[in-house]
C-alpha cells in the first residue's frame, strides 16, 4: 500500500470525513458542503455496520429535534441520481426519525475501496461496531483489496494481534455469532470461545450462569485440560445474602470469597481515609 493510501487512511481520514480544521481543509468542505433534500440521500449497502440500537436512534432523534443535524454527512454521488452516505448513516436514521427535510452534507468522489475504509475507520474510531461487524470489514478490505493485516493495524490504530484475532471470531459457529451480534456475548467472552473444542456449548453455559470473562477464560482452561468442575465456583444464595447485609450494616462494598473447605476472605472496600478510619472503629481498634 502506498504511502498516499496510509496517509489516507490515518490521519487523511480527518480531511475526508470533515474533521480536519486546516485552512485548507475548511475552504475545501464550504466548497463542497450542501444542503439536500433527506430523500436523496441512500444507505451504503457496503456499510460495516449493520445493527443501530433502537434507544440510541431515538436519543438522537430527540436532540436533533431541538438542534437539528449539526455534523454533517459525507457522501458521494450515486450514478442513478442522489448520493450514499459515506459516513454518517446512524445521523441519517435518527433525522428521519426527527423529521427534518434537508440535511447537511460534504460531498466526495470516492471509489468503492476509499468508500469501505472510510466507513470502517469512522465508525471504529467511534466504537460503533460490533465485534462481527468489525470483523468482516476486515475479512473485505484484506479479500477485495489486498491489505495485510499489519496495514489494516497501522490505518485503524489497533495492534496486529487485535486484527488476526477480531477475523478468527467469524470461524465460530453461526449460533454462537448470533449471540456475540446481539450483545449477549461481549467481545472478551467472545476472545474465549475461538480456540474452544465445542464454542456453542461454552457460550451457552457463559450466558446461563452469567460468568465474568475472568470466570469465562476459567471455565475454557477447565474444559481444556477436561477438569471434572468446568464451572467457576458460584456463590450460593445465602452468601449473596449475607453479603447484602454486611455492606448494608456497613454502607461499604462487602465481598465474602470462599476458597471451598480451606478458609476464605471477607473484603471491605473503601474509597477514602475517613472511611477506612470508620472501619478501624467499627471493629474496635484504637488508631495509633
Given at each position: 500500500?502506498?504511502?498516499?493510501?496510509?496517509?489516507r487512511?490515518?490521519?487523511?481520514?480527518?480531511?475526508?470525513?470533515?474533521?480536519?480544521?486546516?485552512?485548507?481543509?475548511?475552504?475545501?468542505?464550504?466548497?463542497?458542503?450542501?444542503?439536500?433534500?433527506?430523500?436523496?440521500?441512500?444507505?451504503?449497502?457496503?456499510?460495516?455496520?449493520?445493527?443501530?440500537?433502537?434507544?440510541?436512534?431515538?436519543?438522537?432523534?430527540?436532540?436533533?429535534?431541538?438542534?437539528?443535524?449539526?455534523?454533517?454527512?459525507?457522501?458521494?454521488?450515486?450514478?442513478?441520481?442522489?448520493?450514499?452516505?459515506?459516513?454518517?448513516?446512524r445521523?441519517?436514521?435518527?433525522?428521519?426519525?426527527?423529521?427534518?427535510?434537508?440535511?447537511?452534507?460534504?460531498?466526495?468522489?470516492?471509489?468503492?475501496?476509499?468508500?469501505?475504509?472510510?466507513?470502517?475507520?469512522?465508525?471504529?474510531q467511534?466504537?460503533?461496531?460490533?465485534?462481527?461487524?468489525?470483523?468482516?470489514?476486515?475479512?473485505?478490505?484484506?479479500?477485495?483489496?489486498?491489505?495485510?493485516?499489519?496495514?489494516?493495524?497501522?490505518?485503524?490504530?489497533?495492534?496486529?494481534s487485535?486484527?488476526?484475532?477480531?477475523?478468527?471470531?467469524?470461524?465460530?459457529?453461526?449460533?454462537?455469532?448470533?449471540?456475540?451480534?446481539?450483545?449477549?456475548?461481549?467481545?472478551?467472552?467472545?476472545?474465549?470461545?475461538?480456540?474452544?473444542?465445542?464454542?456453542?456449548?461454552?457460550?451457552?453455559?457463559?450466558?446461563?450462569?452469567?460468568?465474568?470473562?475472568?470466570?469465562?477464560?476459567?471455565?475454557?482452561?477447565?474444559?481444556?485440560?477436561?477438569?471434572?468442575?468446568?464451572?467457576?465456583?458460584?456463590?450460593?444464595?445465602?452468601?449473596?445474602?449475607?453479603?447484602?447485609?454486611?455492606?448494608?450494616?456497613?454502607?461499604?462494598?462487602?465481598?465474602?470469597?470462599?476458597?471451598?473447605?480451606?478458609?476464605?476472605q471477607?473484603?471491605?472496600?473503601?474509597?477514602?481515609?475517613?472511611?477506612?478510619?470508620?472501619?478501624?472503629k467499627?471493629?474496635?481498634?484504637?488508631?495509633?
Open positions: 500500500m502506498s504511502q498516499v493510501q496510509k496517509r487512511l490515518g490521519r487523511g481520514l480527518a480531511a475526508l470525513i470533515g474533521d480536519d480544521t486546516t485552512e485548507e481543509a475548511v475552504v475545501q468542505d464550504i466548497r463542497s458542503l450542501r444542503h439536500v433534500p433527506i430523500e436523496l440521500l441512500y444507505a451504503n449497502p457496503n456499510n460495516p455496520r449493520k445493527r443501530f440500537a433502537e434507544e440510541d436512534l431515538e436519543t438522537l432523534a430527540n436532540s436533533l429535534r431541538t438542534r437539528g443535524l449539526l455534523q454533517p454527512l459525507v457522501v458521494r454521488p450515486r450514478p442513478e441520481g442522489g448520493f450514499e452516505i459515506v459516513a454518517g448513516e445521523r441519517w436514521r435518527a433525522s428521519q426519525r426527527a423529521g427534518l427535510h434537508e440535511l447537511p452534507v460534504l460531498v466526495r468522489e470516492l471509489d468503492d475501496k476509499a468508500t469501505l475504509e472510510i466507513a470502517l475507520i469512522e465508525n471504529i467511534r466504537a460503533d461496531l460490533n465485534p462481527l461487524e468489525e470483523a468482516r470489514a476486515y475479512r473485505q478490505l484484506m479479500e477485495q483489496y489486498g491489505h495485510t493485516q499489519q496495514e489494516l493495524a497501522d490505518a485503524v490504530g489497533k495492534s496486529r487485535h486484527i488476526a484475532n477480531t477475523i478468527r471470531l467469524l470461524t465460530l459457529p453461526e449460533e454462537t455469532l448470533e449471540k456475540i451480534a446481539d450483545g449477549r456475548l461481549s467481545p472478551g467472552h467472545a476472545r474465549t470461545l475461538i480456540v474452544a473444542a465445542e464454542p456453542e456449548n461454552l457460550a451457552n453455559q457463559i450466558i446461563d450462569h452469567k460468568l465474568t470473562v475472568r470466570q469465562a477464560e476459567e471455565l475454557a482452561r477447565n474444559v481444556a485440560n477436561g477438569s471434572k468442575s468446568t464451572l467457576p465456583h458460584q456463590k450460593d444464595a445465602d452468601t449473596k445474602a449475607f453479603e447484602k447485609k454486611l455492606t448494608e450494616s456497613l454502607g461499604l462494598t462487602v465481598t465474602i470469597k470462599h476458597k471451598d473447605k480451606v478458609g476464605g471477607v473484603v471491605i472496600a473503601y474509597k477514602t481515609l475517613d472511611q477506612f478510619d470508620e472501619i478501624v467499627k471493629l474496635g481498634v484504637e488508631p495509633r
